[in-house]
């Protein structure tokens, strides 16, 4: 483990704790509860639900989480690109930083524009 | 001392909750104890100095991949818990397999460990300094040896967004 | 601490992701358990390049992760497709190589 | 002593600093949380002309804590059909993951939980994308249609303005160079430039994807009070909902704290390299004692007596933080330095993320919500490509000045240029798009309603 992390490892553990502590201790010093079984019904309007809430919902969805994890994968090696770039141009190596994110994202950019003209993004109308 | 005492934390988790998600019936349970075993090797990541890996497989990982399959799982109401009744017998031949195999590795790995001279022998890490910038690093890497397969890797991507949508959106009458 | 310790962690995650693919009838579940074992082969990966000194097992784990994205989301868009057309998601019921 | 707390002893001496400003970000946090939430009950009715509380303390200062501890105290309800473990898990995992992402945060150049890690804002940046997750299981957890459907659109609408985040954040990166918090603060002094000048693009487009991420209005489509009760909040109550808002709250400093420090120049003051503004780093101290003569000077107009005796109190306490602040400036030693640059550092961060924090609230009380296709459209069809030009752009600029030492300022406008010219033509591709599929739409009664069967 890198030094600086530890504490942060800490933190974390601290961050946690303190909803976790909280909840548990509130639930034995909270003042307790009544009502029948209507009480625990899901709140819609204050009509009983007929249904379960599991019902299909629409694909649509299912396409903007998957162009999320793509674009979150070219997001992902942009990082590392663009830490490095600075000390290209150091370098004088100006066209060796840029050509190559320039390939990677104009393969990319295919993908969009078709994506684009097959109405993918226009999440309003897909099926 | 310390190293060893946060491998092992992250590795407990790493292997009860990897246990939990195949065993749970429920498709969402299963998921949050992927999740968990994802965070898990995160810190081992961490732990193993790999920062960037780190991150990338909190934000791909676990705020990527794992959201996309929580998102297919609720849409096509898979979120109920499913019976588990046939493969019976398949199922203790695929187990015996599994674990016959699993032994063979780990006998190998168990003799391996002693041998001088056969590849295995790592009783200490390389000095940390070697990886020491890591972002700066695995980008030096990453734009120099690696530069095709990064090159590939957006082909890959397209491929996977073309093939997603058409999969997604294509819809026989049957 | 011998790199010993990682690879066995990694073999248990190997084969707890095997046992997952080779048991379960939920598909999905399948396919998590396949993202699983392609954790475990990270952690070999990162493993033996902390070990080694060399960055090149960090840049292949990275390569790992855009492909378990690629992965997910085609095998998600199968599962999509699929249960449109046959209103099924347990593996011994897909048997039919085109529907 | 035994060597084990013998080395316990050794590690809280090297990392106290760390270890203390873990503590207080657990403890504070939760308060300016609140407290935010009160300027915005002040702003609110301000811009809508009516008063607002003003019972509970001067002002009604105190109103938020018998409010906080009316949710503490509150009956802990879960539904019948709610999923139990992921009731309880779904929350904590959301305020988890935002207190947590604050750690990467530099409040001022000393007070840091993780200092000069690697990784930098990009453990912001990541950290904060476990939010989604949260949302999405609390939603689904509460077993209701309403909170699925808000749960759905929210981490939608979360995960869509994500990745444009992070393609602006990359320009901010391009120019800096490396991802660590200070040397990205220290590269602006030296630059002598906030990067907001150098790539106004990737700021605007930051702002906006924050604004998103932080679910406020005129992006609040996962509540929508009137279409969808609370979105995926719905079922939650008490100290639950309690770390919901605590979470979003924490999320909103985030964000506002990474954009302040890449593209506002973090703790910097104001021209950090002029010679004849160097009184600006006397602007703590002054403010404070600016504030206690205010005290001062209302305090004998005070109606009764203990108002007046609390005017002059608050009078006092100010007084004796800029004697503080005063008196730290001119001594070179450890404690006294750190004081002083870690103060005034942090005066002027936190001053820059209430700004921030402040356009969001004005943003929400002056536009309209946005429809959800809109937003969709908004994210997909413009920012996001118009974010991927604006890297590219600003590597180009980064190129030119560099290789062909043209002058940074001449290369910054002609990319902007060449970037907003792009934006322009996208804007009209998208007019011409949605004009051919409005046809289509008005047709469509599942658009506004956000569900279809698939």
Partial sequence: ?127 | MLDSVIFYFFAGIAIVSAVLMITRRNAIHSAIFLITTLLATAGIFLQLRAEFLFISQIILFVGGIMVLFIFVIILVRLDVPLPQVRWRTQKWIALLVTLAVGMEAGVVLWFARKIPGQGLIFPNPAPADKLHPNTEELARSLFGSYLLPFEIASVLLLVAMVGAVVMAKKRIDA | ?99 | ?454
Avoid at chain 1, 85 to 113: D, N, T
Avoid at chain 4, 353 to 360: C, D, E
């Fill in chain 4, 1 to 454: 002593m035994s060597p084990m707390l013998h080395s316990i002893l050794a590690f809280v001496q090297a990392w106290w600093v760390e270890l203390l400003c873990a503590l207080l970000i657990v403890l504070v946090v939760p308060l300016i949380a609140v407290y935010i939430a009160l300027v915005e009950r002040k702003f609110m009715a301000d811009v809508q002309a009516r008063p607002d509380s003003t019972r509970v303390g001067p002002h009604s200062l105190l109103q938020q804590i018998p409010d906080a501890l009316k949710l503490l105290f509150k009956e802990d309800l879960i539904p019948a059909n709610a999923d139990q473990f992921i009731f309880w898990f779904a929350p904590v995992l959301s305020m988890t993951a935002a207190l947590t992402s604050m750690g990467a945060v530099a409040f001022g150049p000393w007070f840091q939980v993780a200092r000069d890690i690697n990784l930098g804002l990009l453990f912001a940046v990541g950290v904060s994308a476990l939010r989604p997750l949260g949302i999405i299981l609390g939603g689904w957890a509460s077993n209701n249609h309403y909170p699925i459907i808000g749960a759905l659109r929210s981490t939608a609408q979360l995960i869509s303005y994500e990745t444009t985040a992070g393609f602006a954040l990359v320009s901010g990166f391009l120019l800096a160079g490396t991802l660590n918090v200070r040397a990205i603060v220290e590269i602006q002094r030296t630059d002598q430039a906030w990067f907001v000048f150098l790539a106004p693009v990737g700021f605007f487009i930051y702002l906006i994807a924050s604004i998103v991420e932080t679910n406020r209005e005129p992006f609040d489509l996962p509540e929508t009070k009137s279409e969808l009760v609370a979105g995926s909040i719905a079922e939650y109550g008490g100290f639950r909902w309690l770390l919901y808002f605590l979470a979003e709250y924490a999320n909103r400093i985030v964000v506002a704290s990474v954009g302040t420090t890449l593209f506002l120049g973090g703790w910097l003051r104001p021209f950090p390299n002029v010679r004849w503004l160097i009184w600006l780093d006397a602007a703590p101290t002054l403010l404070l004692a600016a504030v206690g003569a205010y005290c001062v000077f209302r305090a004998g107009k005070q109606p009764a007596r203990e108002q007046s005796l609390f005017m002059w109190a608050v009078a006092l306490a100010c007084f004796v933080v800029a004697a503080i602040f005063a008196l730290a400036a001119p001594f070179g030693h450890l404690p006294f330095e750190l004081m002083h640059n870690g103060l005034y550092g942090a005066f002027w961060l936190l001053l820059k993320v209430s700004a921030y924090i402040y356009i969001f609230t004005w943003l929400r009380f002056t536009l309209p919500r946005f429809r959800f296709d809109q937003l969709m459209r908004l994210g997909w069809h413009i920012l996001i490509p118009l974010a991927l030009i604006n890297v590219v752009d600003v590597g180009i600029a980064l190129a030119l000045s560099s290789e062909f030492g043209l002058n940074r300022w001449l290369s910054m406008v002609i990319t902007t240029v060449a970037t907003l010219g792009a934006a322009m033509l996208l804007l009209h591709w998208n007019d011409k798009y949605a004009d051919a599929a409005s046809a289509g739409l008005l047709a469509d009664s599942s658009v506004v309603e956000g569900t279809h069967a698939g």
């Fill in chain 3, 1 to 99: 601490m011998p790199i010993g310790h990682y690879l066995f962690l990694s073999l248990a995650l190997f084969l707890i992701g095997a046992i997952g693919v080779i048991t379960r009838r939920n598909v999905l579940i399948v396919l998590m358990s396949i993202e699983l074992i392609l954790n475990a082969v990270n952690i070999n990966l990162v493993a033996f390049s902390r070990y080694f000194g060399d960055v090149a097992g960090q840049v292949f784990a990275l390569f790992i992760i855009a492909a378990a994205a690629a992965e997910a989301a085609v095998g998600l868009g199968i599962i999509i497709a699929f249960l449109r057309n046959r209103e099924t998601v347990l593996a011994d019921e897909m048997d039919l190589l085109k529907w």
């Fill in chain 1, 1 to 127: 483990m890198p030094p600086a992390y530890i504490p942060l490892l800490l933190f974390s553990l601290l961050v946690l704790a303190f909803p976790v502590v909280t909840l548990i201790v509130l639930k034995y010093i909270r003042p307790g509860s009544g009502g029948g079984p209507t009480k625990f019904q899901p709140y819609e309007y204050g009509i009983l639900p007929e249904t379960s809430a599991s019902r299909p919902y629409s694909t649509r969805f299912y396409i903007i989480a998957m162009l999320f994890v793509i674009f979150n994968v070219e997001t992902v090696f942009l990082f590392p690109w663009a830490v490095l770039f600075r000390s290209w141009l150091a370098a004088h190596l100006a066209g060796f930083a840029l050509i190559p994110m320039f390939v990677f994202l104009g393969i990319l950019l295919v993908g969009y524009v078709w994506l684009y003209k097959k109405g993918a993004f226009d999440l309003a109308s897909l099926r």
